[in-house]
């Protein structure tokens, strides 16, 4: 018996080794847990051709909106974890949502394997708006408290949190209007349905000369667009925005897990990729496993402290 346990041993070692090796030899579902459009699906699309070469297999992009990404996140851990199931993952979404209610996931629930870039916070309102600088944005929000509309990607988004702490900052009262996504949010700004949009950067490269960019939360203004001021410049501290990863089912085999993350990282490195990300106003990041628990940590310290101030929890 203790030499047939330990052949079998062997076998499955030996199994698992060759399953890691050959990881992966079939297509692999990336799952958008937002409608398409928005910088997760952009991102995922410039991510797609890098896969394919550097593996031979593909991603097949897929879309679960809803409930501002909590209810593909809800369903992340009871999807087959074999490595060929990957979704989307979004901060400060996935610490905000649990903290205000229950979302069906807690934050360590989700396992994100790499955080590959992030997109800072923009206030943008449409070309032909009178609202031509952030100083008239303001004045007219003290004008009709309430009145000025804003648009975003979601509730407990980052760019709801960014409408939270400027309203704060400037002493103003806004309205955000939380959409299933940027690709809604957008249209709705186009579509003159609201006032105007807390976006990304992302979106202003995207839209041109159809907006105008009040303010970008950064410390230094971006590359791709720099007649759009930081808000430090004018005189408000707020730098921030939405990072953006890519998770798993917590099951998942830990060297499947581990060769997924080597590949994420070996895309986050390929020269064409980082500029394309750069040239449509995207910031790259590189957090992988071994920077994995330091930096949650820390992100999660910093939303929590944030939720409380902004009263958007009760915790």
């Given amino acids: 018996m203790p030499i047939r346990n330990t052949l079998l041993a062997a076998t499955l070692a030996l199994s698992g080794s060759l399953a890691f090796a050959a990881y992966p030899d079939k297509t692999v579902n990336y799952i958008i847990p937002f409608g398409p459009g928005g910088e997760s699906d952009i991102s995922a699309r410039l991510q797609e051709p890098v896969f394919k070469k550097l593996t031979g297999q593909s991603l097949a992009i897929q879309y679960k909106p809803g409930a501002g990404g909590a209810a593909a996140w809800a369903q992340l851990n009871g999807m087959t974890a074999d490595g060929y199931t990957v979704m989307g993952t979004n901060l400060p979404h996935i610490v905000l949502q649990p903290l205000q209610k229950d979302v069906g996931f807690k934050t360590d629930e989700i396992t994100t394997l790499f955080w590959f870039h992030y997109t800072p916070d923009a206030l943008i309102v449409p070309a032909d708006s009178p609202v031509k600088t952030l100083k008239d944005f303001v004045e007219a929000a003290k004008k009709a408290p309430g009145a000025t509309t804003l648009s975003g990607s979601g509730t407990n988004s980052a760019n709801h949190l960014a409408q939270q702490q400027f309203d704060k900052m400037a002493g103003i009262k806004t309205t955000y209007v939380p959409f299933g996504g940027t690709g809604p949010s957008n249209a709705a700004l186009l579509g003159k349905q609201v006032s105007g949009s807390w976006g990304y950067t992302t979106v202003k490269m995207q839209l041109g000369d159809q907006v105008r960019c009040l303010g970008v939360a950064m410390e230094k203004r ?47 490195a390929d020269p064409d990729f980082i500029k394309k990300m750069e040239e449509g106003g995207f910031a790259m990041l590189n957090v992988g496993p071994a920077q994995m628990g330091a930096f949650m940590a820390k992100v999660k310290a910093q939303y929590e402290a944030l939720a409380k101030e902004m009263g958007i929890t009760k915790k």
């Fill in 222 to 268: 971006h590359p791709a667009i720099p007649d759009c001021p930081t808000f430090k410049e004018q005189g408000f501290e707020l730098v921030g925005g939405a990072y953006r990863g890519v998770a798993v089912p917590k099951s998942t085999p830990a060297d499947v897990q581990a060769k997924l993350a080597e590949i994420l990282g070996k895309i986050n």
